[in-house]
């Protein structure tokens, strides 16, 4: 039997190197993997003087963002010549975390041939709106985003990106960004992980059309792991998700699990999390 490559795609304000446990899991397992940088992601992301101490937030609140032109289009168009090279040694999983989703549901609307399996993470997949910033209702009423408005730094139209501050000394906004996406970490831990993200998200990406296509996303089998303590996306909303994918395909639902973890609480736990991408279905049979 081919064995599959898990193509591992970041979310909001992320990189590559978020996907270290789950990587290191996988190989321990003898199973493929590749992590993407979506553009300007990575060591292409932006990170201004302004931003660091003693940090100038007037200075980079009036700076324009690299990200500000890159679309969700650009985002699949860097990602696809990867997953076509890695489709010519056996099946590819494509596996969205948060805003990741979006970029795997356009790829797979676009490129439905190479994709042997697709895992949502929490994850953006939209159907019944264009975009996550179309999505509204009492579904998100537990998100704490709301109250971490004032992580943010500069207008969007102006800095042509979502832009937050993760060297904030705030502990209110800290505390509550820690509950929710990575409440299970210590404080020292999560520190650490607020220092491999990056300020900046393309309006762009969040914004494009990203709903999924019945006639091509649709036949590709799909895994949902929802996070029931996620207080980013709250499980409200990834259950709308599922429902929502489910009516759209209903001879092709996705295969869901569930791990009792927030937002980005999988990373430690990459035993539990491979376990599920290890058995997905593969269609070989």
Known sequence: MSTPTYVLVHGAGSNSFFWTTIQRELALRGLRSYAADLPGHGLDAQYPLAYYSPQDLDAWANEPSTLASVTLQDNVDSLLPAVRRLAEHGPVVLVGASLGGVTITTLANQAPELVSHLVYISAWAPVSERNPVEYTGPEFD????????????????????????????????????????????????????????????????????????????????????????????????????????????????????????????????????????????????
């Open 142 to 285: 537990e998100s704490l985003l709301p109250q971490l408005a004032g992580l943010s730094v500069g207008d969007p139209a102006v800095v042509g990106a979502g832009r937050a501050n993760y060297r904030t000394a705030d502990k209110t906004l800290l505390d509550t960004l820690k509950a929710a996406v990575l409440a299970e970490a210590t404080d020292e831990q999560f520190r650490a992980f607020l220092n491999i993200l990056q300020p900046d998200e393309s309006m762009q990406v969040m914004m494009g059309d990203a709903r999924a296509d019945a006639a091509t996303w649709g036949t590709i089998p799909r895994t949902y792991i929802r996070l029931t303590a996620d207080y980013a996306m709250p499980i409200a909303a990834q259950d709308m998700l599922i429902r929502e994918g489910d009516e759209l395909t209903p001879d092709n639902p996705y295969a869901v699990h569930t791990m009792d973890v927030s937002h980005a609480g999988f990373i430690f736990q990459p035993e539990a999390t491979v376990d599920i991408l290890a058995g997905v279905d593969l269609g070989l049979e």
